[in-house]
């Protein structure tokens, strides 16, 4: 079997130490949590996306991924500004925020919005 030289690829250590209680993001996207649930989960950063609102502060979006599934987390100002040295590709990380679910044509997604990312 061929190892892959893609840091996204590896796998997530599900029984890793850390100060967060995993959670599942499973049931975030299966609309099982109720919208404004505050939550904590463990996993993997994989692509971050930073954005510039129109007052010109930093922002960042970001694909965050464990063993269950994947979910788009969004970093606002405030919280970019205090965890943006965290906000690499292929990081472990633990994050903790809110639920947050909308509609686009019919199509419902959720979201979590950060506020606080610690390293594991």
């Given amino acids: 079997m061929k190892k892959s030289d893609n840091k996204n690829d590896a796998p997530i250590d599900k029984n890793q130490p850390g100060i967060f209680t995993p959670s599942e993001i499973v049931p975030i996207v299966n609309g ?29 979006k970001f694909e965050f991924k464990d063993l269950s599934a994947s979910i788009n987390v969004c970093v606002f100002p405030k919280a970019y500004k205090k965890f943006s040295k965290l906000l690499i590709d292929g990081k472990t990380v633990g994050v ?20 606080e990312i610690m390293d594991i």
């Fill in 96 to 115: 903790c925020g809110t639920v947050n679910c909308s509609e686009f044509r019919g199509v419902i997604s959720y979201e979590l919005f950060a506020d």
């Fill in 32 to 60: 099982k949590l109720p919208v404004s649930s505050r939550i904590k989960i463990t996993g993997m950063i994989v692509t971050v996306r930073k954005i510039e609102t129109k007052k010109g502060l930093l922002m960042a």
